[in-house]
């Protein structure tokens, strides 16, 4: 089983090398064109860059996120909304409107 995944592999890079060298190149090199075949795989260095570059985000979003939760949850402090009074509210006085008695 895994030496025909790696035969088939290995035939696949063959025949993408050879025919990458027939194709059209357009746009003026801007990475290889591929015309149904998969595209060539990444190079390690380009792989780890990114998966380097990938971390060095996640750590910056969450060790700031750790650090700074004001900039997530606002900087101003929680009010209790049993503190309100009617007026901040908004609502008349039992003294006035169509339910009085």
Do not use: F
């Not at 025909?4 to 592999?9: E, N, P, Q, T």
């Not at 064109?33 to 795989?41: A, G, K, Q, S």
């Not at 949850?73 to 009617?86: K, V």
């Amino acid at each position: 089983m895994l030496a025909r995944a790696l035969v088939k592999r290995a035939v696949l890079l063959r025949t993408s090398k050879t025919a990458a060298d027939h194709q059209i190149k357009r746009n003026g090199g801007h990475g290889s064109w591929t015309y149904r075949m998969p595209p060539p795989l990444p190079s390690k260095r380009a792989t780890y860059l990114a998966e380097g570059l990938g971390g060095l985000c996640w750590y910056w979003i969450l060790y700031h996120l750790a650090t700074e939760p004001e900039h997530v949850y606002g900087e101003w402090p929680y009010i209790d909304p049993s503190t309100y009074c009617d007026l901040e509210l908004g609502i008349p006085p039992d003294s006035e409107g169509p339910l009085r008695k």
